[in-house]
């Protein structure tokens, strides 16, 4: 948590999990959440990782209970849960290219609303 909040406390850096949108206050930082439909995840792990899709349903359903268990053990919340995020996106309706678009436009208004 020490090291989540200073980096928080300096700007300028992307979290990736960790219970960073646990830690930092609302309006300090953008918390986003990225999904995709089950099979679409597995499709991609499969394909990025040269595994078989029953592989990969197996890594993707052990890596969601351990960042649920996580979440829930040391924060009380449930990660998957949009209210503790303020820009959830869908990556296979909008692509990455898209996602990232509007990841940056998301921030951009944040950063001018004074929050960041």
């Given amino acids: 948590m020490k090291v989540v909040c200073t980096i928080g406390d ?5 979290l990736v999990g960790r219970g960073a949108n646990f830690v930092l206050p609302p309006g300090k930082a953008l918390r986003v ?3 995709a439909p089950l099979a679409d995840r597995v499709a991609n792990l499969a394909k990025g990782l040269h595994i078989d899709a029953g592989e990969a349903m197996n ?5 969601e209970s351990d960042r649920a268990a ?7 919340k ?3 849960d949009p209210a503790h995020y303020d820009l959830v996106i869908n990556s296979a309706a909008l692509g990455l290219d898209g ?6 436009a998301a921030y951009r208004a944040f950063a001018g ?3 960041a």
């Fill in 10 to 14: 300096h700007g300028g850096a992307v």
């Fill in 70 to 76: 996580f979440s829930r053990q040391y924060f009380n």
């Fill in 33 to 35: 959440r990225i999904t």
């Fill in 59 to 63: 890594r993707i359903q052990a890596t």
């Fill in 78 to 80: 449930e990660v998957a």
């Fill in 113 to 115: 609303s004074g929050s």
């Fill in 99 to 104: 996602a990232v678009r509007t990841i940056e």
